[in-house]
């Protein structure tokens, strides 16, 4: 089995598959595992480059940290934040809903609009947060649309925005209702954010220590056959009985030489760079795959 990119998806795909006694193999494009979850000592300061937290919501992340015995370095990252209204920075908790609605972030009549509307909309956000699945049928418009619409444009600027921005880098206008939503649904659950002592890529580099993984190898093509699949190295072609591409939605269209219309659509989305499967969803085929991010079979 061969595992094509040694990211926090392909590695954690590597390391399950490795547990079940399935030889596998990753192959990375550039020096260092981590890809969008790495970390750096810069004058002695953990910088991470990408990822900087975990959620208390990403269970099968949590199951990992444990079985790699990192428990004791999880630690829990602080749950104060700030939003600019009118020039003035405002400081409030993310994880206490009073703290938000005193701070002044908000006039008198905002925060009537957003307790009122928030508890009707409270039974539809009581789902599992870390299955995008379950939260298809309030994928309805972008985001923007829907928060303007239902509470006011002032939600949207000061709460959803800053929100997506910081957390995700992406507009609202280019980013489904559903996910604002399932953010609240995160925030209502009691989840919280933690990482790990001494930064997050400590979680990649320890998971490869455990696998076979070569770095500066680059998969220029990937092409199905009938009972294989040829990938085109720069070192030349190599076959494998089955690969896992883990790579961002857009890289591995590129890669594909051959694929349907329904998996070409599908790597295409907009919504975001990433494309984040669900457990037991299934790209092409029928079988489920075992996905935390942007896992593409
Ligand atoms: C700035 C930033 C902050 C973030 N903050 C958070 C956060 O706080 N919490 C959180 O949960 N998520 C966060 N994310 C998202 C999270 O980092 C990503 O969802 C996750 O790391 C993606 O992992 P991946 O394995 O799917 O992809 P990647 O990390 O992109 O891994 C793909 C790997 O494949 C390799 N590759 C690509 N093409 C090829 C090829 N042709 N051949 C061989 N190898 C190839 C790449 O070099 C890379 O190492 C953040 C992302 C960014 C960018």
Do not use: K
Not at 12 to 37: D, I, N, P
């Amino acid at each position: 089995m061969l595992v094509i990119g040694a990211g926090i998806a392909g590695l954690t795909a590597a390391f399950v598959l490795h547990q079940r006694g399935v030889s596998v193999r990753v192959l990375e494009s550039t020096a260092r595992v981590g890809g969008r979850m790495t970390t750096d000592l810069v004058g002695g300061r953990v910088i991470d480059r990408g990822a900087q937290f975990l959620s208390t919501g990403y269970p099968m992340l949590s199951s990992l940290v444990r079985r790699l015995g990192l428990s004791s370095e999880w630690v829990r990252t602080t749950p104060w934040t700030a939003v600019v209204r009118d020039g003035r920075v405002i400081r409030f908790r993310y994880d206490d809903a009073l703290s938000s609605l005193w701070s002044g972030l908000l006039r008198p009549q905002e925060i009537w609009t957003l307790a009122r509307q928030s508890l009707s909309a409270l039974s539809t956000v009581r789902r599992p947060i870390n299955d995008y699945g379950r939260w298809s049928d309030v994928d309805v418009t972008d985001a923007a649309s829907w928060y303007d619409q239902q509470f006011g444009p002032w939600m949207t600027e000061y709460l959803v925005e800053p929100m997506l921005q910081g957390f995700y880098f992406q507009s609202p206008e280019e980013t489904s209702c559903a996910l604002p939503r399932a953010i609240a649904g995160f925030l209502t659950q009691g989840a919280h954010t933690s990482t790990l002592r001494g930064g997050i890529g400590r979680l990649p580099s320890a998971l490869a220590e455990h696998l076979d993984v070569c770095l500066n190898q680059t998969v220029l093509a990937v092409e199905p056959q009938r009972d294989s699949v040829a990938i085109e190295t720069q070192d030349g072609w190599i076959q494998a009985r089955r690969v896992i591409l883990a790579i961002p939605a857009p890289q591995a269209l590129q890669l594909l030489r051959s694929t349907s219309e329904a998996e070409r659509l599908l790597l295409s989305t907009t919504y975001s760079s990433t494309l984040n499967l669900p457990w037991g969803w299934t790209a092409a085929g029928g079988r489920p795959i075992p996905s935390t991010t942007s896992m593409v079979c």
